[in-house]
């Protein structure tokens, strides 16, 4: 019987079978954050085991509040930071380099396919865009992964998405994704790995792949993979030339992790993506998702561009091409936080920071910022924010505000209109 | 560390509660566990539910439906039930994530299948519910004004030997 990407990889790691249906599996990455890791790394040091299994395998940011905001936030930068020290983590991310770590952390050249990745934070699943099994985990898990280099998992059961046809104008990943959700619900793939396959994921830049990845959690799955190809290989050239003869060569390899052609899946889904209309979130739930046609016209007083699902340069390409010359509506707040300082600096050489400027946004440092309502764009109880983030959880942004989860394109077209606006509106092509 | 897996349970007829409405972000600041004790729930809106009630406050076990714990993957929502003495929650399913933590830190996230799960809910339109777990025989008993329900439940041995263990801190720390 053949395998699915993520039996190979378990395959690949398997430290133990404690028992049955249960695997214990060798991590490649432990991953680490200011807001879940402190409380490890003190109760590590409680235990009087404050160690690291392998300090080379471990890879720090502070993300999620930064600079500090407050003496409390200060404390857990400051854990983090002085534990980094103490146990030469050298890749670790503090404030000026620092990013949303699902953005940061592929930049930097962490993954591989085949990797095994977990972190304590749900869109770990993120970094399965390259063919990695990647999930979040909570601060138990990380403390035994930063502690012992391993992780349990049930046995991996998979649902295959098949993504069909083109995609048409100022429609993308995050409509593809949420439109995906929509269909699965919240609990469709809980405890499940969604592999996610087909031309409409071939033609994808791994920034879109991400994107796609970066959600899987939200139908409840525990890793989003995507099969390494050419894309990744070319994505990952510049940390892998040194391994491979040239890029023929590393796409053959990574064919050892795809799918085999009898691979058993749990279920299959299909969708064709040709006649896809941009999509928006419209309750607390991110499987509460229509075409944005109905419900354009809603007014708005916030509109967020950033975070894990939509800070990279391709989503600010994107809004800053429907922004150029144009202002954002009087009753918005606009606020872009490009995920990385690479991808700042990147928009900045473009001229989409002074797009964004020009058009009356704020521009804030990498950071999660508003994505968790921590920060940087906090909601009044009874305001509205369209964000390009991953949850419209009651309360995430600010305990009574109400979030509507949609692509880059239609953010930048609600910002000008300062009511939610089908992003085709603007579209000339 | 004993956990207490029995006690006055408080019942949320709501599936998809998820770890933001248990414990919001605005509070993973706190670097302790007990500092959450005030907060747990504090985002969840339910009718005849109240995160500061009484009813919270002596409760041991909590009852929900689907999806439970969905969301972002903070232990937080497991210690903010954990420092307020609940050990057990019982549910149609839980998220994976928030299934593994109540695990990892040796307590109890036992799912039923709907018939069981609908008997507890029953029983709690009879009175206040008290709930104690029998986990050697794998048994849920359940009392409400007089009213008695027995349940067999099922969790995997991995989980139980977290259980037994106290955690997966101490599990991972003997076998590898
Ligand atoms: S950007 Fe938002 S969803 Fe992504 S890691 Fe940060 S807080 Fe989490």
Redesign the interface.
């Known amino acids: 019987m053949g395998k699915t990407i993520a039996e190979k990889i378990f395959a690949a790691h398997l430290r133990d079978r404690p028992f049955p249906g249960t695997q214990v599996l060798d991590i490649d990455r432990v991953f680490c954050h200011e807001i879940t890791t402190p409380v490890a790394v003190c109760d590590l040091a409680a235990r009087g085991k404050d160690r690291v299994f392998d300090a080379t395998r471990i890879k720090a940011v502070i993300d999620h509040v930064t600079p500090s905001k407050d003496s409390k936030t200060a404390l857990q930068a400051k854990i983090l930071r002085d534990w980094a020290r103490r146990h030469g983590i050298a890749d670790f991310f503090d404030v000026g380099r620092n990013g949303v770590c699902h953005a940061l952390f592929p930049e930097k050249g962490f993954i591989r396919p085949g990797y095994t990745v977990i972190m304590g934070d749900s869109h770990t699943c993120t970094h399965g865009a390259f063919g990695a099994f990647a999930a979040g985990v909570g601060t138990t898990d990380l403390e035994v992964g930063i502690l012992k280099g391993v992780c349990a998992f049930r046995d991996p059961k998979t649902i295959r998405v098949h993504l069909e046809g083109v995609l048409p104008p100022m429609v993308f990943a995050k409509d593809v994704i949420l439109y995906v959700i929509g269909q699965l619900g919240v609990n469709g793939a809980t405890d499940k790995v969604i592999e996610f396959v087909g031309p409409v994921i071939n033609a994808m830049s791994m920034e879109s792949r991400m994107t796609v990845a970066n959600m899987a959690i939200e139908a409840g799955g525990t890793s989003g993979i995507c099969l390494p190809d050419r894309t990744t290989a070319a994505y990952l050239w510049p940390f892998i030339g040194n391994d491979y003869a040239d890029i023929d060569d590393a796409v053959a390899d990574f064919r050892k992790w795809h799918s085999d052609a009898d691979a058993v899946y749990e279920q299959e889904w299909r969708f064709d993506v040709s006649a896809l209309a941009p999509q928006v979130t419209y309750g607390y739930k991110p499987d509460c998702v229509k075409p944005v046609t109905e419900m354009a016209g809603s007014a708005v007083d916030q509109v967020y561009i950033g975070t894990c699902t939509n800070g990279r340069i391709e989503d600010l390409r994107v809004a800053a091409a429907i922004l150029k010359g144009k202002k954002i509506a009087e009753r918005v707040r606009g606020i872009v936080s490009p995920a990385t300082p690479k991808i700042f600096q990147e928009a900045l050489a473009e001229g989409i920071i002074e797009t964004f400027m020009s058009a009356g946004f704020c521009v804030t440092n990498p950071t999660c910022g508003a994505c968790l309502g921590m920060s940087n764009g906090v909601l009044a109880a009874g305001e509205v924010c369209v964000s390009t983030s991953n949850r419209n959880f009651n309360g995430r942004m600010g305990k009574g505000g109400m979030v509507h989860l949609v692509s880059p394109a239609t953010a930048a077209a609600t910002a000008i209109a300062g009511v939610i606006t089908d992003p085709r509106t603007f579209c000339t092509a | 560390m004993a956990k207490n897996f029995s006690g006055p349970a408080v019942f949320l007829d709501r ?2 509660i ?1 770890t ?2 248990i414990i ?3 509070y ?6 007990e500092a959450l004790k005030p907060y747990l729930l504090e ?1 969840l ?1 339910l009718e005849g539910f109240d995160p500061q009630g009484e009813k919270l406050a002596r409760a041991g076990v909590v009852v929900a439906r ?2 439970f714990g ?6 937080h929502a ?1 210690w903010a039930f954990e420092v307020n003495g609940i050990h057990t929650l019982i549910a149609g ?1 839980f ?4 299934r ?2 109540m695990f ?2 040796g307590m109890l996230a036992i799912e039923l299948p709907e018939a069981d799960l609908e008997k507890l809910f029953a029983l709690a339109r009879k009175g206040e519910v008290t709930i104690s777990v029998d986990l050697e025989n794998s048994r849920i008993s359940a009392e409400a004004a007089g009213t008695k329900e027995a349940i067999q439940f099922a969790i ?3 989980d139980r ?1 977290l259980v037994e263990a106290g ?3 101490e599990f ?2 003997r ?2």
Do not use: H
């Open positions: 599936s998809d998820n933001d409405e919001p972000a605005r993973l600041t706190e670097v302790t566990k985002d809106k689907s999806n969905c969301g972002s993957s903070r232990e497991a399913s998220s994976r994530i928030f593994q933590n990892n830190c995997t041995s991995f030997a955690g997966w801190v991972a720390d076998r590898y």
